[in-house]
């Protein structure tokens, strides 16, 4: 069975950083790309970043562009989101998500994010 281990969060003061790690096992982990998702209290979980196999392309919710950044280490199976210049609206439950081509569809147990103000 896939499991995937998001930690890394925490309580951070507003304009701070965190940096999230989801490691993953029991799958060839490069072979895929990978998301990061959030979810706040009363709202949809809404995807914050993407990244591919190789790391080569990403792309971000316009929400978090220029202040967030997906990356991945395909030796340690390991995915990570640095938050930087974090803003009370980036409270929320962080996930990380693989929906594999053939439709399987794993998620982590998520991760806390609170920015106080």
């Known amino acids: 069975q896939v499991q995937l281990v998001e930690s890394g969060g925490g309580l951070v003061q507003s304009g701070g950083s965190l940096r999230l790690s989801c490691a993953a096992s029991?799958?060839?982990?490069?072979?895929?790309?990978w998301r990061w998702y959030r979810q706040a209290p009363g709202k949809e979980r809404e995807m914050v970043a993407v990244i591919t196999r190789t790391g080569g392309n990403t792309n971000y919710a316009d929400s978090v562009k220029d202040r967030f950044t997906i990356s991945r280490d395909n030796a340690k199976n390991t995915m990570y989101l640095q938050m930087n210049s974090l803003k009370p609206e980036d409270t929320a439950v962080y996930y990380c998500n693989l929906l594999t081509y053939w439709g399987a569809d794993y998620w982590g147990q998520g991760t806390q994010v609170t920015v106080s103000s």
């Open positions: 029991r799958l060839t982990f490069s072979h895929y790309t």
